[in-house]
């Protein structure tokens, strides 16, 4: 029998949960052609999202068509562009054939080298001279708006992981480009979201970044409690087990909302029930899950410095005057300059998230394992 959990992928149909408002809206917006950001910590489920409003969105629009790019590999401008032609293509064709066709026929001064899979896919790739790219940029970053507007078509181009193009060479340059083609785009709307979130705020809220106010920012919440227990009650029902409510909203507590650890200690728990999931088997399930992630916690831990474990210690026990002198003496904080290091540190390196001055940790099983491993001893 299948777990009726998923978690590290993306989750479909059933697998699903919550998120009717921004998935509503989502559709809304890659209908009409808006510009959409959408930015949260790491693991929200943010590209089950983006994947499910695609689908719905398509359903209702013939004419609309969605391109998915992933940019967790890229790192350069050189590849950006390949894996861009590429995917717009791909998206607007419906056999190999065409594929070949639109390349011949929407570039102008770039001759792109098309390969074709031997697999059963037929997937077309292209590569292309870079100095060519950087002589003639246009011819791509408009691909998708000659195309769709030749063909009558309308198209999103979903950017997963786009904080990355600020690892490239020059970025404000190359975004700075991007942009000035892309705000054009009248047939064409950009959905860019990202795991980074402090990387993403900074691309898109700061007023001196090229990407400012470049469209609607959407931010994600943690699933409600509600939703949580009567999902997993469900997926329960759904594989001829129980649950009972304490130990769905047990779930919920421990993993804090969290929708990634949420699945998977409730696949960890529904692997030890036989008829009904209680209390006690979520509890012990909440125990191996987080010894099975404490190499993990041991080597993150290991890359801070003593001024941010002290820091954090203090967090996690709950004190709200970091800086007073008092906190500071108890944990071993140096100064008030030493809190805001360690705070800044520890957000860049998505270990904390700042919300409106709100701090809280990105990983709820990393700060059990802080409080009851680390700092217990």
């Not at 490239?168 to 980074?196: E, I, M, N, T």
């Not at 959407?218 to 939703?227: A, R, V, W, Y």
């Not at 540190?345 to 099983?365: C, H, R, T, W, Y």
Request: glycine letters at 2%.
């Amino acid at each position: 029998m299948e777990t009726p959990f998923v978690f590290g992928k993306i989750a479909t149909e059933k697998n699903f949960t919550d998120r009717e408002q921004e998935t509503a809206s989502l559709v809304t917006y890659f209908t009409s052609l808006i510009n959409t950001i959408i930015i949260s910590p790491r693991r929200w489920g943010k590209s089950s999202l983006v994947n499910r409003a695609a689908k719905l969105a398509m359903e209702q629009d013939s004419r609309l068509r969605i391109c998915h790019i992933d940019l967790f590999n890229v790192r350069n401008e050189e590849h950006f562009y390949s894996l861009l032609a590429q995917r717009v293509i791909a998206a607007a064709s419906s056999r190999w054939e065409e594929a070949i066709e639109n390349a011949k026929k929407f570039f102008s001064r770039l001759v792109p080298k098309i390969s074709i899979a031997a697999d059963a896919t037929s997937e077309v790739s292209f590569d292309f001279d870079w100095e060519e790219v950087k002589r003639n940029p246009d011819e791509i970053l408009d691909l998708a708006e000659k195309i769709a507007e030749a063909k009558g078509l309308k198209m999103i181009i979903c950017v997963d992981e786009f904080q990355n193009i600020a690892e490239f060479d020059a970025p404000d340059y190359f975004q700075k480009k991007l942009r000035s083609h892309w705000q054009l785009h009248q047939h064409v709307a950009y959905c860019l979201y990202g795991s980074k979130r402090h990387m993403m705020l900074e691309v898109f809220t700061d007023s001196s970044k090229p990407f400012y106010k470049f469209g609607n920012l959407m931010f994600l919440n943690k699933i409600e409690t509600p939703c949580l227990v009567a999902f997993f009650n469900s997926r329960f029902t759904d594989t001829g087990k129980r649950i009972t409510n304490e130990a769905s909203r047990l779930i919920a507590t421990l993993s804090d909302n969290h929708p990634y650890y949420a699945q998977q200690l409730a696949q960890l728990s529904w692997l030890r029930t036989q008829d009904e999931c209680t209390e006690d088997i979520v509890r012990e399930a909440h125990i191996a899950l987080v010894e099975q992630l404490s190499l993990l916690f041991v080597t993150i831990t290991e890359t801070l410095t003593t001024q941010q474990l002290c820091y954090l210690k203090a967090l996690i026990a709950g004190e709200k005057a970091i800086t007073s002198t008092e906190t500071m003496h108890r944990y071993g904080i140096s100064s008030p300059t030493s809190v805001v290091r360690s705070k800044a540190a520890l957000v860049k390196n998505d270990i904390l998230d700042n919300q409106a001055g709100e701090i809280s940790f990105q990983d709820p099983m990393y700060a059990y394992w802080l409080k009851t491993h680390y700092f217990a001893k």
